[in-house]
């Protein structure tokens, strides 16, 4: 597997996507337009780039921490996975769970991208699986 994410900027306004902070595990990525999302409602952001991503990779669109706790905006379908063969426009579902409207600025950092790898697996069908000391037991099962 090879390191290196492949980026197209298709509009004049796009920015690279980059790390805040040396170490970190997302590349913030960029809005290239002016949109009001209304409180309680979502808008889907253009970022004006295209990307290759590594083979046996994905790339997961997370939300900003700062963005959801000033002005609970987030990214809807978190993490929103990009598949390793999309070549499309990168474009981020933001929802306003806040009270008032939020103005996505152009140019501001609106959501951050984590690349991951992806494990190819072969499904196997079974009459019956093994057990676990879990089981079934699911949704609040080890406790509130």
């Known amino acids: 597997m090879t390191n290196t994410l ?5 509009h004049e306004d796009a920015k690279m996507p980059y790390r805040a902070n040396e170490g970190d595990a997302g590349l913030d990525l960029f809005s290239i337009e002016e949109k009001i ?3 309680g409602e979502t808008a889907l952001v253009r970022t004006g780039i295209q990307m290759e991503l590594p083979k046996g990779t994905e790339a997961q669109v997370r ?4 963005l959801a ?3 609970s905006i987030t990214v809807l379908n978190s993490p929103g996975t990009i598949d390793e063969g999309y070549r499309g426009e990168i474009k981020i579902i933001l929802i306003n769970h806040g009270k008032e ?5 152009q140019q501001m950092r609106i959501a951050q ?3 991951a790898p992806v494990l190819q697996v072969k ?3 079974e009459d019956a699986l093994s057990n676990s000391d879990r089981d079934s037991g699911g949704f609040g099962s080890s406790g509130v």
């Open 6 to 10: 492949k980026i197209k900027l298709i």
């Open 37 to 39: 999302i209304k409180a």
């Open 63 to 66: 939300p900003r921490s700062g």
């Open 69 to 71: 706790l000033k002005h």
């Open 101 to 105: 409207d939020f103005k996505v600025e």
């Open 113 to 115: 991208m984590v690349i």
């Open 123 to 125: 499904l196997v069908q």
